[in-house]
C-alpha cells in the first residue's frame, strides 16, 4: 500500500478508518428536523432547515398538500396561488400579503432556489389563511393540527393495592413503546395525540408521575413508578394500560375491573380518581368540591382554562344558511381563543377541538374531574349585536355540602362573585376593543354546574342587522378573542380572582 511505504502504519491506518466510520455514523444518526403536520385522516411531514437561529420550511412542500400550487416568481419575490388565494412574499421582508390579509413574521420570509422559505412560528397563520380553516401550531415540538385534527387523551389513574393508569385515545395508537424499571415511555410518531399539562404527579404508591413533551415532530409519554412497569393495550389501540409487571410468583392474575367508557371529547384527567362505588361512592348528583382558593400546583402542574365550543355533532345549534352552523362558528372562534390566551402565556384545554356530540352533563363533568381552573363556553347568534357575557344565576351563598361534595345544581356558587368580576372584566375589555358588550346574569347551560369560575359567551354580528358573513370575520373574531384573553390574564394578576 502506498500510504505504508510513505510512513503511514497500519495502526494508523485502523485509527483512521475508524474515525471515519464514527463519523459517518453520527452523520446518519443526527436526527434531521422536521414538522409533522396532522389533517383528521391523514399526517405528513415537511423538512425543517434553519438559517440565522430561525427555523424555516420550504412554504411549496406544506402547500402542495391541499392542492395546486401555482408559482409565479419576480425579481425580489414569489406568489404562491392556492384554491384562488393569493400570497406574496418579499425576501427579506417580514411581512406577508395572503388575499386581503397580513401576516407579521418573527423573522424575514426568504427566497432561495425559486421557494419561499417561511418562518415555522408563523405557519399556522400562512396556512389558516390559505384554507379558511384552524390550524394549531406547536412551535416547539414542530407539530401541526389542521381542522381539529389534534386528538385530547384521557389519563385515569385507578387507585388500588396495585394501581392501575388507564390511557383513553379518541382513535387507535399504535406507539413505540420501550421500558426501564419503573419506567415505560410511549413514543407517538404518527398519532396526533395532544395532553395538556407538561407533567402531574400522583400520590400513589405505585405510580409517581405522567410526563408529556413534543419534540421534532414526535409525543412521547413517560410514566414513571416505584416498581417496574408493563403496557397493554385494549379497546382495538384505544385504550392503553399502565401497571405493575407481574411478580413471579404469581402464577394467575386477577382480572382486572371493567373500566367505564370515556366520555368523548373530554380534557385528560389531571390526578382526579372518581370515587368507587359502594360505601363512601360519590353521592348521585353531587360533585366533588374544588378548593375556593387556589392549592399549590403539583410538581408544575398549571392553570387551564377549558374552553367550551358549544353544540357540535349531532346538536349544529343555531342554523346560519345551508352551509352554515352554529358549531362550526363557535369552533373557529374557540380556536382563536386558545391561540390568544397561549400568546398572554396562559395554558388552554379544547373541550371539543372537532365536530363532537356531547351532552351538557358531560361538558360539565370534564370542567369539573379535570379540575379546570376557569370555563369558557361559546355560542353564536344572528340577533342583536356584539357580545352577551353570562354568567349563572345562582346565589353567591354557600350551598349545602353532602360530606367533601357539592350538589350538582349549586356547584358554581362559591364561584359565582370570581365569575361576575370576570365577567366585567370581558365586557370592559370588549367594549375597548369598539365593540358592543353586555353583562348579564342568565340560565345558561351548564354553568350552574361548574366548580369553577365559569362564563358563557354569546357573540352576535358587529352591528344590528349583520349576517352570517359578519359573525365568520376573522378581524371580528380575533378582536373578541384578544380582549376576552386580556381580561383572563389580568384578572390573573389580581389577588383572589384566578388561580
Given at each position: ?56 420550511v ?33 425576501d ?44 394549531e ?10 381542522d381539529?385534527?389534534?386528538?385530547i ?17 379518541p ?33 400513589d ?96 402542574a ?75 363556553t ?44 370576570l365577567?366585567?372584566?370581558?365586557a ?16 345558561v ?13 354569546e ?9 352570517v ?8 373574531q ?16 389580581k ?5
Amino acid at each position: 500500500m502506498p500510504w505504508i511505504k510513505q510512513g503511514v502504519t497500519r495502526r494508523t491506518l485502523v485509527c483512521i478508518a475508524g474515525a471515519m466510520f464514527l463519523l459517518l455514523i453520527k452523520s446518519f444518526s443526527a436526527e434531521e428536523k422536521r414538522l409533522t403536520v396532522y389533517l383528521p385522516q391523514t399526517n405528513f411531514q415537511v423538512p425543517v432547515t434553519e438559517n440565522a437561529a430561525h427555523e424555516y420550511v420550504r412554504l411549496l412542500d406544506l402547500l402542495e398538500h391541499f392542492g395546486d400550487v401555482n408559482l409565479k416568481a419576480e425579481k425580489f419575490s414569489i406568489k404562491l396561488k392556492l384554491a384562488g388565494v393569493e400570497g406574496q412574499f418579499v425576501d427579506g421582508a417580514q411581512r406577508a400579503h395572503i388575499g386581503r390579509a397580513t401576516i407579521q413574521a418573527d423573522a424575514p420570509f426568504r427566497i432561495a432556489d425559486g421557494n419561499v422559505l417561511a418562518p415555522v412560528s408563523v405557519l399556522d397563520q400562512l396556512l389558516g389563511t390559505y384554507i379558511k380553516k384552524p390550524v394549531e401550531l406547536h412551535a416547539s415540538g414542530r407539530r401541526m393540527f389542521v381542522d381539529g385534527a389534534a386528538a385530547i387523551f384521557v389519563a385515569d389513574l385507578k387507585r388500588s393495592e396495585s394501581s392501575t393508569l388507564q390511557l383513553k385515545f379518541p382513535l387507535a395508537v399504535n406507539p413505540t413503546i420501550s421500558t426501564e424499571g419503573g419506567r415505560v415511555r410511549l413514543t407517538f410518531s404518527h398519532e396526533p395525540v395532544v395532553f395538556y399539562s407538561n407533567a402531574i404527579a400522583y400520590q400513589d404508591k405505585l405510580i409517581s408521575q405522567l410526563t408529556f413533551s413534543e419534540q421534532n415532530g414526535t409525543a412521547q409519554l413517560d410514566i414513571t413508578g416505584t416498581a417496574p412497569l408493563m403496557a397493554s393495550f385494549s379497546d382495538g389501540g384505544r385504550g392503553i394500560a399502565i401497571a405493575a409487571v407481574p411478580a413471579p410468583q404469581k402464577a394467575t392474575a386477577t382480572a382486572a375491573s371493567p373500566t367505564p367508557p370515556p366520555v368523548t371529547g373530554t380534557a385528560p384527567a389531571a390526578g382526579v380518581t372518581p370515587a368507587p362505588a359502594g360505601p363512601g361512592a360519590t353521592p348521585v348528583g353531587t360533585v366533588p368540591a374544588a378548593p375556593t382558593s387556589p392549592a399549590p400546583a403539583a410538581n408544575g402542574a398549571r392553570f387551564f382554562v377549558m374552553i367550551d365550543a358549544a353544540h357540535g355533532g349531532d346538536e349544529p345549534g343555531a342554523k346560519f344558511t345551508e352551509q352554515t352552523m352554529e358549531k362550526d362558528v363557535v369552533l373557529i372562534l374557540a380556536h382563536r381563543l386558545r391561540a390568544e390566551l397561549q400568546s398572554h402565556g396562559v395554558n388552554s384545554v379544547m373541550l371539543r377541538s372537532s365536530d363532537q356530540t356531547l351532552s351538557t352533563e358531560q361538558r360539565a363533568v370534564a370542567a369539573n374531574t379535570q379540575r379546570a381552573d376557569l370555563y369558557i363556553t361559546i355560542h353564536a347568534t344572528l340577533a342583536g349585536k356584539g357580545v352577551r357575557v353570562y354568567t349563572a344565576m345562582q346565589s353567591s351563598a354557600a350551598p349545602l355540602q353532602s360530606g367533601p361534595f357539592l350538589p350538582w345544581s349549586s356547584a358554581q356558587s362559591p364561584f359565582v362573585g370570581r365569575s361576575r368580576n370576570l365577567a366585567a372584566a370581558v365586557a370592559t375589555e370588549i367594549g375597548g376593543k369598539g365593540l358592543s358588550a353586555s353583562n348579564l346574569g342568565a340560565a345558561v347551560a351548564p354553568l350552574n354546574n361548574i366548580a369553577a369560575p365559569a362564563l358563557a359567551l354569546e357573540v352576535g354580528p358587529r352591528g344590528l342587522g349583520g349576517g352570517v358573513d359578519s359573525l365568520e370575520k376573522a378581524t371580528y373574531q380575533n378582536l373578541i378573542a384578544q380582549a376576552v384573553a386580556t381580561a383572563i390574564a389580568n384578572q390573573r394578576a389580581k389577588p383572589g380572582e384566578l388561580p
